[in-house]
Antibody, heavy 123, light 107 residues
Framework: QLQLQESGPGLVKPSETLSLTCTVS??????????WGWIRQPPGKGLEWIGS???????YYNPSLKSRVTISVDTSKNQFSLKLSSVTAADTAVYYC???????????????WGQGTLVTVSS | SSELTQDPAVSVALGQTVRITCQGD??????ASWYQQKPGQAPVLVIY???NRPSGIPDRFSGSSSGNTASLTITGAQAEDEADYYC??????????FGGGTKLTVL
């Protein structure tokens, strides 16, 4: 079945850029209808959607993070990636990737999710 | 506004029925999806669309919507249903916010 796995550094210094990759297995990232999303969860807090990308490169971003976020896709590797610039301690969180159904219909959901990876911002 | 509002905490007696709600203007136009998250685990989709359950989700979970409010109902709550529950939807500008989450306690 479809599986997603996040990877990247677990520690990032303040003001630097956080970079994570999500590898999709058991299916193609070029599947029609599905976007691929990033969601984060600070310790002890709720979920925050960061952004989502279609295999063609079309993106949706959270307006509150848009100025610092870049999401890209590499269909040849079946991967998509997140870059978050100018990080601070407030960006410390577990970062999840997930398949995201959205678009022009009223439907919208995230399934399945990766296991998540903790990224700590600290000097 | 695309904000989604949930009650922070709800409790239910074992075997009873509980409704968890999610309010937001975007819910008048878009369906909510619901996620269960247990400590230390990734969220799991439990309800999507009008009232659909992914494979493996017990039929005691159901969803509904009226006006600006979406609801997740657990009929006959079990001890294993104790978890955090989050709603998610989208708005016409392409924002996809989550609600703040509801901590469900099964007594």
């Amino acid at each position: 079945q479809l599986q997603l796995q996040e990877s990247g550094p677990g520690l990032v210094k303040p003001s630097e850029t956080l970079s994570l990759t999500c590898t999709v297995s058991g299916g193609s990232i070029s599947s029609s209808s599905y976007y691929w999303g990033w969601i984060r969860q600070p310790p002890g807090k709720g979920l925050e959607w960061i952004g989502s990308i279609y295999y063609s490169g079309s993106t949706y971003y959270n307006p509150s993070l848009k100025s610092r976020v870049t999401i890209s896709v590499d269909t040849s590797k079946n991967q998509f990636s997140l870059k978050l610039s100018s990080v601070t301690a407030a960006d410390t969180a577990v970062y999840y990737c997930a398949r995201h159904l959205t678009g022009y219909s009223p439907n919208n959901w995230f399934d399945p999710w990766g296991q998540g990876t903790l990224v700590t911002v600290s000097s | 506004s695309s904000e989604l509002t949930q009650d922070p905490a709800v409790s239910v007696a074992l075997g009873q029925t509980v409704r968890i709600t999610c309010q937001g203007d975007s819910l008048r136009s878009y369906y909510a999806s619901w996620y269960q998250q247990k400590p230390g685990q990734a969220p799991v989709l439990v309800i999507y669309g009008k009232n659909n359950r992914p494979s493996g989700i017990p039929d005691r979970f159901s969803g509904s919507s009226s006006g600006n409010t979406a609801s997740l109902t657990i009929t006959g709550a079990q001890a294993e249903d104790e978890a955090d529950y989050y709603c998610n939807s989208r708005d016409s500008s392409g924002n996809h916010p989550f609600g703040g989450g509801t901590k469900l306690t099964v007594l």
